[in-house]
């Protein structure tokens, strides 16, 4: 033959059937991962749910209150205010309906030391490791304070 080899051994037809394959089952493949689609708690109702209740009010510089209520039991109201010892802190409640049905509820404060939310589904410090804390923050090691100083 001339023009090279025009017959194709089994092993090639094999080879290229098994990348066609490889090649068709990857293009079939969903493009996002299944337990991200169409789950009613995800893109159902709840993505469509109306607002019942929304307020703004700004007061004065670095004081306001914000509040929304939607129809499948989302709340939230946050307020702000800005004290001139202290910086700023921002206190405020947030509650949803968990999908056993219970109505779950956070509240926090959110100042320079951080972000402090309290709620019954969140774990609260053991007793013992509080007083620890506390009398740590009493009692500071004086060999400590070397270390600090250098």
Request: glycine share 6%; proline share 7%; charged share 20%.
């Given at each position: 033959?001339?023009?090279g080899?025009l017959h194709?051994?089994p092993t ?12 068709a089952?990857?293009?079939a493949?969903?493009?996002f ?9 995800h893109?159902g ?5 109306a607002?019942?209740?929304h ?5 004065e510089?670095g ?8 129809e499948?039991g989302?709340e939230m109201?946050e ?9 700023h802190?921002?206190q405020?409640?947030?509650?949803y ?20 939310p ?8 053991p007793v013992a490791?509080?007083?620890a804390?506390?009398?740590?923050a ?5 060999e400590?304070?070397?270390?600090d100083?250098?």
């Amino acid at each position: 033959h001339q023009f090279g080899s025009l017959h194709h051994t089994p092993t090639a037809t094999m080879k290229f059937l098994l990348i066609a394959a490889f090649v068709a089952v990857a293009a079939a493949r969903p493009q996002f991962p299944t337990h991200m689609m169409h789950h009613d708690h995800h893109h159902g109702h709840e993505a469509n749910a109306a607002i019942l209740e929304h307020d703004y009010q700004m007061m004065e510089p670095g004081h306001y209150m914000y509040k929304f209520k939607t129809e499948n039991g989302i709340e939230m109201m946050e307020q702000a205010a800005m004290a001139r010892e202290a910086g700023h802190a921002v206190q405020g409640v947030f509650s949803y309906v968990a999908p056993n049905g219970e109505k779950v509820a956070v509240r926090y404060v959110a100042d320079e030391a951080g972000f402090h939310p309290e709620g019954d589904h969140i774990p609260k410090m053991p007793v013992a490791i509080a007083r620890a804390l506390e009398w740590i923050a009493a009692h500071p090691d004086p060999e400590a304070r070397k270390w600090d100083q250098n």
